[in-house]
């Protein structure tokens, strides 16, 4: 027996919100990201490009010096209502 699951941890899927009001485009988030979840956009305000990359490492959120970021786990059997 040789596996070895834990060589990439799964991805669950995740709700990553920018609130624009607050960014103050310092780029933190993009260059502390390991997955390059973000991209800057022409005025470095970062865009989530690819949000199936991410592992919830929580770094963008923590790292924020302006709270502009959260990440939620997405609860997958919610039922949606609105
Ligand atoms: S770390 Fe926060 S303030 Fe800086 S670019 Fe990212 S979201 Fe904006
Ligand atoms: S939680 Fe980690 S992997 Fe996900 S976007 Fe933030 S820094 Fe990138």
Redesign the pocket.
């Known amino acids: 027996m040789s596996e070895n699951p834990q060589v990439d941890p799964p991805k669950r899927p995740?709700l990553?919100t920018v609130n624009e009001k607050w960014c103050k485009k310092c780029g933190i988030?993009i260059s502390?990201?390991?997955?390059g979840?973000?991209i800057p956009d022409d005025v470095g305000k970062p865009i989530v490009k690819s949000p199936e990359?991410?592992?919830?490492?929580?770094?963008?959120?923590i790292r924020c010096p302006d709270f502009a970021i959260e990440?939620e786990e997405k609860k997958k059997d919610r039922p949606t209502t609105e």
Request: proline share 5%; glycine share 0%.
């Open positions: 995740v990553i988030c502390f990201c390991p997955k979840v973000f990359q991410c592992i919830q490492c929580m770094l963008c959120e990440i």
